[in-house]
């Protein structure tokens, strides 16, 4: 924070947008750790006002959060872009229902794909909901843009939508605070026709969408958020998001019509300012949101080749999205992520890969366990697809099927598919890889840690006892370390007609950072056969004379390397 009266500070765009969410008698917030939206609830938690929580999974955060609102507070949900789709059912239905007080839908789109499954523009999903739609550019704009919805929101009583991107999410900017405006409780006035969704109502309401998405195509005419900048008028850029910032910093003597509403689209605006310019250009990433309506106004405008719509656009890459050339993406050379030494579903990979078995997997570190040496996993689709996927495989192709899912995934969508499972029949082997904490997206508290995003002790969810109540024939507890023990396990279980759940259960490194320890090194017992390396740890190497170096910087103890030497070259220290 700066020294001058006006208080300054360095805030990324999720902490900016928590801030003034904040600052506008924010009450309740909701949300689902996932990147690049994580530290919205987490910069929101430190506030005392904010009733703040994680929930299970993204649907019921929505529900939480806009349940809030109707019963009279300013609320808030949050989640990237693939947690809108567990989040779509209560979404659609609440475009119908309307607010009471304001309601904000954060979405956090990662173009890129830097830590996503896939690079789904969330701008679909607002024109799909008919919700109103903000994009700002940068993170002082999402500070500012946030007073606006909520007004928005109370004004035409609906859930708004505001857009994030990674770069927007995580990117730092001086910002301007401010103080917190209080805002009494607006208090809920019972209303069945408004929020109860019978068919009959819910047709009623319908119309009432249709009728309020015009009123909000006037405002998007007439909104601050939507700006013209009128320069050399050979060229007009249509723009939005960190898009803008990227056209604006290689076309700077263009003239722009840069949209912070982007939906319902100003189209007087838009066709105004095409009539001002000689050629229009429309500069966006991914999907052509904005210009499929700039072609169904009829306005000529320079279109972008196809390819454009895979990856993160970049300053680089606006002449040539300009000129209308074809995109050619080179593979990625990006260092390849790796599990931490001493990670704990290492140990229990290298024992699957050893079984030869079939793994579907899900979304978490553990996902890791899918990249060389290890190539433990064969499937990765969605949360909670780890042991959903492992139900159809078992069907289908027989006893050497496991499914793997982490305990926070677990919570968040793996308990539906584990009931379906038993409830089906289904025999045979799911692990949960529980190491205490949701770790991919920064070690975040869940359900089964006993503990809630303010650090207060809660009821601690007993995943053994959870699964046991569901129907399993067998739940067996075992360290993630134990590989001799695991591999047992195993073998005894996927020979047995039943349905087994294994519970690989050690601390992550990054929570639990004790050393034992570390692991011994005889060259003379070394054979060079290299299977050490196959468990992936990145403190072991190979060294100039072709013999293993042991990185002891980075070795913690936890011996799965020791365990896969067949020659006691690698070996517990002596007591």
């Excluded at 024109?127 to 500070?143: D, G, I, T, V």
């Excluded at 909000?216 to 060229?235: F, Y």
């Excluded at 300009?322 to 931490?340: F, H, I, Q, Y």
Aim: charged share 20%; net charge neutral; with cysteine.
């Amino acid at each position: 924070m700066s020294n001058t009266s006006t208080p300054i500070c360095f805030l990324s765009g999720d902490e900016a947008l928590a801030r003034c969410a904040w600052e506008a008698g924010l009450a309740f917030a909701a949300a689902y750790p996932g990147t690049p939206s994580t530290e919205i609830l987490e910069t929101l938690a430190t506030y005392p006002e904010v009733n703040s929580q994680w929930s299970v999974n993204e649907k019921v955060a929505y529900e939480v959060a806009y349940a809030a609102a109707v019963a009279g507070v300013r609320s808030l949900y949050a989640s990237k872009h693939v947690g809108i789709n567990v989040a779509m059912d209560p979404l659609m239905t609440s475009a119908y229902m309307g607010v009471n007080a304001g309601f904000i839908v954060v979405t956090a789109d990662d173009p890129g794909l830097h830590s996503s499954q896939n690079e789904q523009d969330n701008r679909l999903v607002a024109r799909f909901a008919k919700l109103p739609l903000l994009e700002p550019s940068s993170p002082a704009e999402a500070k500012a843009f946030v007073p606006y919805a909520f007004e928005l929101s109370e004004k035409f009583d609906t859930p708004v939508m505001i857009r994030l991107t990674t770069r927007i999410a995580h990117t730092k900017e001086n910002v301007v605070t401010g103080e917190r405006l209080e805002k009494a409780p607006r208090g809920f006035t019972p209303d069945p026709a408004k929020y109860i969704m019978v068919p009959k109502n819910a047709f009623n309401r319908h119309l009432v969408l249709e009728k309020r998405l015009l009123l909000l195509a006037e405002e998007a005419e007439k909104s601050p958020l939507n700006t013209v900048e009128m320069n050399d008028t050979t060229l007009g850029i249509i723009t939005s998001s960190v898009s803008y910032l990227y056209a604006k910093e290689v076309f700077p003597k263009a003239s722009f019509l840069k949209l912070g509403m982007s939906y319902p689209f100003p189209q007087k605006l838009m066709k105004d300012f095409a009539s001002k310019v000689d050629k229009v250009l429309v500069i966006e990433e991914l999907e052509p949101f904005i210009e499929e309506e700039v072609a169904r106004l009829g306005i000529k405008h320079t279109a972008k080749h196809p390819s454009w719509r895979v990856g993160e656009l970049r300053p680089e890459d606006m002449k040539p999205l300009a000129d209308g050339k074809e995109r050619v993406l080179e593979a990625s050379t990006t260092r390849k992520p790796v599990m931490c030494a001493g990670c704990p579903h290492r140990g229990v990979y290298s024992v699957l890969k050893k079984l030869k078995l079939t793994v579907t997997g899900d979304i978490g570190c553990y996902t890791l366990g899918a990249l060389p040496p290890l190539s433990a996993i064969q499937t990765c689709l969605c949360m909670g697809a780890g042991i959903t996927m492992f139900e159809g495989f078992r069907k289908v192709l027989g006893k050497n099927v496991v499914g793997v899912i982490g305990d926070s995934t677990f919570v968040h969508s793996g308990l539906t598919g584990l009931v379906s499972a038993i409830y089906n029949l289904t025999k045979g082997v799911v692990i949960i890889l529980d190491n205490s904490t949701t770790a991919m997206t920064g070690t975040q508290p869940n359900p089964s840690t006993g503990e809630t995003i303010k650090g207060v002790p809660t009821k601690q969810l007993i995943l053994e006892d959870l699964c046991k109540a569901c129907g399993a024939d067998n739940v067996d507890v075992i360290s993630a370390y134990d590989t001799v023990g695991i591999e047992t396990l195993m073998r005894q279980r996927l020979d047995e007609n039943a349905f087994s759940v294994v519970i690989a259960r050690t601390p992550c490194r990054l929570i639990h950072r004790a050393k034992h320890a570390q692991v011994c090194f005889n060259a003379d017992k070394c054979k060079k056969c290299y299977l050490c390396l196959n468990v992936g740890c990145p403190a072991l190497s190979k060294n100039e004379n072709g013999l293993i170096d042991v990185d002891h910087s980075l070795c913690v103890g936890c011996y799965v390397c020791a365990a896969s030497c067949k020659f006691d070259s690698l070996t517990r220290p002596k007591e």
